[in-house]
């Protein structure tokens, strides 16, 4: 399996990010129309000249959603997270009325969430490939 890197004018690279979102107090309020409605908000944000973000994959459990997804150097992520739980939360509650009363409160999302970098090798691989650099010229 090839790698392929995304590009720019200036730079080749391949940032691909896994993001977990929770609902607040884990109340159970996703299902698959709501999970549906979800990714459209995420890929019309996340398509914005500061974010620039491509969904590779979104999928729901009733309490939270998963994310993986991929960007480029200069999304900004933090304010994407941000941007985004505010507007889809507004929007879901609006759209999807019924939703208002599986929370608690009128909170939709938790306050945290979980990202991590994913990548085409192990960290190990990585470790060992950067521990081997100039190596062979000594």
Known sequence: MSIIHDTNKHSVF???????????????????AICERLKEI???IGDKEQYKLEVIEFNHDEDHIHILFKAQPKSEI???INAYKSASSRLIKNEFPEVREKLWKEA???RSFFLATTGGV???????YVENQGK???
């Open 108 to 110: 939709f999302w938790s």
């Open 14 to 32: 391949l940032l691909q990010y896994h993001l977990i979102l929770v609902i607040k107090y884990r109340r159970k309020a996703v299902n698959n």
């Open 78 to 80: 933090s304010k994407f």
């Open 122 to 128: 192990t960290l190990e691989v990585l470790m060992q």
């Open 42 to 44: 995420f890929s019309y």
């Open 136 to 138: 062979n010229n000594k």
